[in-house]
């Protein structure tokens, strides 16, 4: 080769060919033994808040993974700390991350930041990253590692406990009982919250003295929940007990343990259980015998899943959904005890609720070519930390969330190799998620653009999942991409979806025409929508 072609190699990213293992102009070892593009710290941001760090990759453990994704967000709070704690609470509130942990453990960072003016900011989002007893539980946890117990710090758990309607406050109390080594009475009494509200102020001294005869009396008295709770635990029968159930509105976490294999028990809960905790509860309710085929609860529970105003409320998130499918669909829980009869009508439902859960994105009509990265890697990494799904099946199903609204879509698996995927948009994902799983070799993600090459498809836009540990190819992945703009397609795009928080990706920062985003971000299909648009 010439020195010409060589520096256009190794400069233009373009011309011609090097093998993955060699960098290019920019590029940086990713943990596979090849090179990719290093993102910046605020696309980080944005990938450690959806994706986490919990369970770590195939490739680094999570205490290494999360180090150096904290490392990434005290950088953006330098940079600029308010920015960093809006970011934080937009992707929190807009419930586009699988969990909350990682928006929680990146406000308690900024909670100790050395600018009083970004503290400030992230005590004041306390209430809107921490909407329940269970995350403000998770945030003491995380906040106690990187600072003390300060006024500051007391006055914003405060403000969390005054901000909180007494029922609302009542709810959280009864749910959720310990995390992380915490309980709701530990914040309590370190923060001592002030009100002139009578029942918040019952309800602080219950929770702050729950052994105490007055404090029980009071509470009951100023919140309904309460008094229900304590009659639960004096019911004479499980008939007795279901209807106060109902009476009450309690929740599952209000019910002795005993009563808890009683069908009729779940039959009340039904009634007012909130979707998510519905859609968590499928194994249980079906394993009593609640829910089975032809069912009117699992008729009910299809309806409820079907009702698209309820799903948009409840903020689900389409990783929640599809593990639920999953789980529910193959008839045992993740820990094998328990078993049923799954209800087509409900996989079904929760199929559907998976779709809509992304919310409403209209076809783009571009040629789009969705390439999943079905190599080892992709199946030996968890998705959010389940134990259940790794980031092969949830990829998969977020492609297919491409296929089923756009009309000229087209699917390809590739490791070393690429193939179609013979998947109809009709098909239900736990059964297309079983398809994908049938391969797993090693990383190249420059196979898409050279399956696209080979086979002389002219596309508008690759869509590629993938963890970006791509190496064994010998030619890197912008490198296909430009041969194929190119010889096919000068316009074409290319849409890289990351499935895990690692500091890297196979597109740069500076070609318009290319962009990364976090995989299992339930804004994805809008954003890349928008994106292919443009
Ligand atoms: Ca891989």
Same mark, same amino acid.
């Given at each position: 080769m010439?020195?010409?072609?060589?520096?256009?190699?190794i400069?233009n990213?373009?011309?011609?060919?090097?093998?993955?293992s060699?960098?290019?102009?920019?590029?940086?070892?990713?943990?596979?033994?090849? $090179?990719y593009?290093?993102?910046?710290?605020?696309?980080?941001?944005?990938?450690?808040?959806v994706l986490g760090t919990?369970?770590g990759?195939y490739?680094?453990?999570?205490?290494?993974l999360?180090?150096?994704?904290?490392?990434?967000?005290?950088r953006?709070?330098?940079?600029?700390g308010a920015?960093?704690?809006r970011r934080?609470?937009?992707v929190s509130?807009?419930?586009?991350?699988?969990?909350?942990d +990682?928006?929680?453990?990146?406000?308690?960072?900024?909670?100790?930041?050395?600018?009083?003016?970004? @503290?400030?900011?992230?005590?004041?989002?306390?209430?809107k990253?921490?909407?329940?007893?269970?995350?403000?539980?998770?945030?003491?946890g995380?906040?106690?590692?990187v600072?003390?117990?300060?006024?500051?710090?007391?006055?914003?758990v405060?403000?969390?406990?005054?901000?909180?309607?007494s029922e609302?406050?009542?709810?959280?109390a009864?749910?959720?009982?310990?995390?992380?080594?915490?309980?709701? @009475?530990?914040?309590l009494?370190l923060? $001592?919250?002030l009100?002139d509200?009578?029942?918040?102020?019952?309800l602080? *001294?219950w929770i702050?003295?729950?052994?105490?005869?007055?404090?029980?009396a009071?509470a009951?008295?100023?919140?309904p929940?309460?008094?229900?709770?304590?009659?639960?635990?004096?019911?004479?029968?499980v008939?007795?007990?279901a209807?106060?159930?109902?009476?009450?509105?309690l929740?599952?976490?209000?019910? +002795?343990?005993?009563?808890?294999n009683e069908?009729?028990v779940?039959?009340?809960l039904?009634?007012?259980?909130?979707l998510?905790?519905?859609?968590?509860n499928?194994g249980k309710?079906?394993?009593?015998g609640?829910?089975?085929?032809g069912?009117a609860?699992?008729?009910?529970?299809?309806d @409820?899943?079907?009702?698209?105003?309820q799903?948009?409320?409840?903020?689900?998130h389409p990783?929640?959904i599809?593990?639920?499918?999953?789980t529910?669909?193959?008839g045992?829980g993740?820990?094998?005890?328990?078993?049923?009869?799954?209800?087509?009508v409900?996989?079904?439902a929760l199929?559907?609720a998976?779709?809509?859960?992304?919310g409403?994105?209209?076809?783009?009509?571009k040629?789009?070519?969705?390439?999943? *990265?079905?190599?080892?890697?992709m199946h030996g990494?968890?998705?959010?930390g389940?134990?259940v799904?790794?980031?092969?099946?949830?990829?998969?199903?977020?492609?297919m969330?491409?296929v089923?609204?756009?009309?000229?879509?087209?699917?390809?698996?590739f490791d070393?190799?690429?193939?179609a995927?013979?998947?109809?948009?009709?098909?239900?994902?736990?059964?297309?998620?079983?398809?994908f799983a049938?391969?797993? #070799?090693?990383?190249d993600?420059?196979?898409?653009m050279?399956?696209?090459?080979?086979?002389?498809?002219?596309?508008?836009?690759f869509?590629v999942?993938?963890?970006?540990?791509?190496?064994?190819?010998n030619? $890197?992945?912008?490198?296909?991409?430009?041969?194929?703009r190119k010889?096919?397609?000068?316009?074409?795009?290319a849409?890289?979806?990351?499935c895990?928080?690692n500091?890297?990706?196979?597109?740069?920062?500076d070609d318009?025409?290319?962009?990364?985003?976090? #995989?299992? *971000?339930?804004?994805?299909?809008?954003?890349?929508?928008?994106?292919?648009?443009?």
């Amino acid at each position: 080769m010439s020195y010409r072609n060589l520096m256009k190699s190794i400069f233009n990213r373009g011309a011609g060919a090097i093998p993955q293992s060699m960098k290019l102009q920019g590029q940086v070892p990713n943990a596979a033994g090849g $090179h990719y593009f290093p993102v910046n710290d605020w696309v980080r941001l944005d990938r450690f808040l959806v994706l986490g760090t919990e369970g770590g990759t195939y490739y680094a453990g999570a205490l290494s993974l999360t180090l150096e994704n904290a490392e990434a967000v005290l950088r953006c709070l330098d940079e600029d700390g308010a920015l960093t704690v809006r970011r934080i609470v937009d992707v929190s509130q807009s419930g586009r991350a699988p969990k909350n942990d +990682p928006a929680l453990f990146a406000l308690a960072l900024a909670t100790a930041h050395g600018d009083a003016n970004v @503290r400030r900011a992230a005590l004041d989002a306390l209430p809107k990253v921490a909407r329940t007893g269970t995350h403000v539980l998770a945030f003491a946890g995380y906040v106690e590692t990187v600072r003390g117990w300060g006024r500051s710090l007391r006055r914003g758990v405060a403000g969390w406990f005054t901000g909180m309607e007494s029922e609302r406050l009542a709810l959280q109390a009864v749910k959720y009982r310990q995390r992380e080594g915490w309980a709701l @009475r530990d914040l309590l009494r370190l923060a $001592h919250p002030l009100t002139d509200d009578l029942a918040s102020r019952a309800l602080f *001294d219950w929770i702050a003295h729950p052994e105490n005869g007055k404090a029980i009396a009071n509470a009951r008295g100023a919140a309904p929940l309460i008094d229900g709770l304590y009659r639960l635990r004096d019911a004479k029968s499980v008939r007795q007990a279901a209807d106060l159930i109902v009476k009450y509105s309690l929740p599952r976490e209000a019910v +002795p343990t005993e009563l808890l294999n009683e069908r009729e028990v779940w039959d009340a809960l039904l009634v007012a259980m909130p979707l998510w905790a519905m859609v968590r509860n499928l194994g249980k309710m079906s394993a009593v015998g609640l829910i089975a085929p032809g069912s009117a609860a699992a008729r009910y529970v299809a309806d @409820r899943l079907a009702d698209a105003e309820q799903l948009r409320r409840a903020r689900m998130h389409p990783v929640q959904i599809l593990l639920a499918l999953r789980t529910y669909a193959q008839g045992r829980g993740a820990l094998g005890s328990l078993t049923w009869a799954p209800a087509p009508v409900v996989s079904d439902a929760l199929d559907q609720a998976f779709d809509r859960s992304f919310g409403f994105v209209t076809p783009t009509g571009k040629r789009i070519l969705v390439a999943v *990265d079905v190599s080892g890697s992709m199946h030996g990494s968890a998705c959010a930390g389940s134990k259940v799904l790794n980031c092969l099946e949830a990829g998969a199903a977020m492609a297919m969330s491409f296929v089923r609204v756009e009309d000229q879509a087209h699917v390809i698996a590739f490791d070393t190799g690429a193939r179609a995927v013979g998947v109809s948009r009709r098909q239900r994902l736990d059964d297309v998620t079983r398809t994908f799983a049938q391969w797993s #070799g090693g990383t190249d993600v420059a196979q898409p653009m050279r399956y696209a090459l080979d086979k002389g498809l002219e596309v508008d836009a690759f869509v590629v999942v993938t963890d970006n540990e791509t190496w064994a190819g010998n030619q $890197h992945p912008v490198q296909a991409l430009a041969r194929y703009r190119k010889q096919v397609n000068p316009e074409a795009k290319a849409v890289v979806m990351a499935c895990s928080a690692n500091g890297g990706s196979v597109v740069p920062d500076d070609d318009a025409r290319a962009m990364g985003i976090a #995989g299992f *971000d339930a804004a994805a299909p809008r954003i890349v929508n928008d994106f292919l648009r443009s």
